[in-house]
């Protein structure tokens, strides 16, 4: 697939079928390495090829294609049949410079040999992009999850029960987890192998797959490792690039105003990520022990933070340039946790928790006095403002299952937004007076995943 801005939607159309080649596998030499066969899967105009040097424990793979994206793959294949938890490790490299940039070396495991066979593969492309793009049922349009990792020397693709994970050699070049990851359910024996794409109907390419290692992964251990990873997501595909991947716990990421960055918090520090970069911290010393209570203001210059580095532990709301420096407290009651911002920047909106009871409170960006907005039993959070400033947006549990509610700034006239038998809850509206919402799905161990829907803000 060719690289999409993450600020622009692109819109692909799938080219007419042209002439179609039988394909065929063909009988493994004597000295295919760790491989039964290899063949062309899907339609290809120009045979492949792999040959496996013995000497150098190398294997040099050459192949055709228009791509390996949308319903179908048209790459050349070496493969083995297995089953259970595996681990396909390599080296790879392309033989010769030019060719379409999105040319594709790829470290392979799909249900079949079909063109359009379910499948999961990590591929590293000519112009270096290195994505795991997977094709979740026969015949789907295929995704990708874009690692922050270019041209990584070595690659590994991974399946333990339902889930294949992305491991890339960073700069120092040991493996490390990409952050992508997705889900596939695969039945009975599948095939795994290495392979290549030409990204060109008319046009063959190569490429040389060492240190090439495949083995049988042992049950797993139960213990967990934590990864976390930052993505951003492109709305009209749904395909994501992960922005930063660290075996730490971090969270809440907020866009700045130009979309040039994002904040997040991490071992109760707020850290500033560049698209593209690394991240850097923003002091707010003396408070350094944030939770995932932030963001940036209207005009773009000052940073609200929740922070509980006081004495009692509990969570307060304070105001720092963006750039950092010596933070302001707003809120003297705690516990209080930042929620949203009213578009001229003048009051804060936020949860606090009053006598035991969660609720939806008011104060002037300035400091002052605190303003009670709800008062039912119950937890009510995640207050937004409309980009307008009429309304404020809530998350409530008042009628037993967690909806979306709305009121106007003042606290009057709380009216039910959604009816859903799932736990809904508020993400941030845009500036257009659009903003989505999540319904919590637990489907996934290893993350958090959401169905994602939108609603007005009117």
Not at 323 to 332: E, H, L, N, R
Request: overall charge negative; some cysteine; charged content about 20%.
């Amino acid at each position: 697939m060719c690289a999409c801005s993450l600020h622009q939607m692109v819109k692909l159309g799938i080219l007419a079928a042209f002439a179609f080649v039988p394909f065929m596998a063909v009988a493994a030499p004597p000295h295919l390495g760790i491989f039964e066969s290899h063949q062309d899967v899907g339609t290809v105009l120009h045979a492949g090829s792999a040959e496996y040097d013995s000497a150098r424990k190398t294997y040099t793979v050459s192949g055709s294609g228009e791509n390996m994206w949308f319903g179908i793959d048209d790459f050349h294949f070496a493969w083995k049949k297995v089953s259970g938890d595996v681990a396909l490790t390599a080296d790879i490299a392309f033989i010769g410079s030019g060719g379409n940039p999105h040319r594709k070396a790829v470290l392979m495991i799909r249900q079949s040999l079909d063109g359009n066979s379910a499948s999961v593969d990590l591929a590293v492309h000519g112009s270096g992009l290195t994505s795991l793009q997977y094709r979740s049922a026969t015949g789907a349009d295929a995704h990708e999850v874009q690692s922050n990792v270019s041209a990584p020397i070595t690659v590994r693709i991974e399946k333990r029960g339902d889930f294949i994970y992305a491991f890339v050699a960073g700069k120092d070049g040991k493996l490390q987890p990409a952050g992508a990851a997705t889900r596939l359910a695969l039945t009975g024996e599948f095939y795994v192998g290495i392979g290549v794409c030409a990204h060109d109907k008319d046009a063959v390419e190569k490429a040389v797959f060492s240190n090439v290692d495949l083995k049988q992964l042992p049950p797993a251990s139960g213990k967990r490792v934590l990864v976390s990873a930052l993505e951003t997501i492109t709305i009209a595909s749904t395909d994501r690039h992960v922005e930063y991947v660290a075996a730490a716990h971090f969270e809440a990421p907020n866009w700045s105003r130009d979309g040039s960055f994002l904040i997040f918090n991490q071992e109760g520090t707020i850290r500033r990520l560049a698209l593209g970069g690394e991240p850097a911290l923003i002091s707010t010393a003396p408070q350094i022990h944030c939770n995932n209570d932030h963001g940036i203001s209207p005009d773009g210059r000052f940073l609200a933070i929740s922070d509980q580095s006081g004495e009692d532990g509990k969570s307060r709301i304070y105001i720092v340039p963006l750039s950092g420096g010596a933070p302001k407290q707003v809120t003297g009651n705690a516990p209080s946790y930042w929620h949203g911002w009213s578009p001229d920047g003048k009051t804060l909106a936020f949860t606090g928790e009053r006598g035991g009871n969660f609720d939806i409170y008011s104060i002037p960006a300035a400091g002052g006095n605190e303003a009670r907005l709800t008062t039912a039993a119950g937890l009510d959070d995640g207050p937004e403002y409309s980009p307008d400033g009429a309304y404020i947006y809530f998350n409530s549990e008042r009628t037993g299952q967690m909806q979306i509610w709305r009121m106007k700034a003042d606290g009057s006239g709380q009216e039910q937004v959604t009816f859903d038998d799932l736990a809904i809850y508020l993400t941030p509206p845009t500036t257009t007076g659009c903003g989505l919402f999540r319904e919590l799905d637990t489907s996934f161990p290893f993350l958090v995943s959401f169905v994602v829907k939108e609603i007005n803000f009117t």
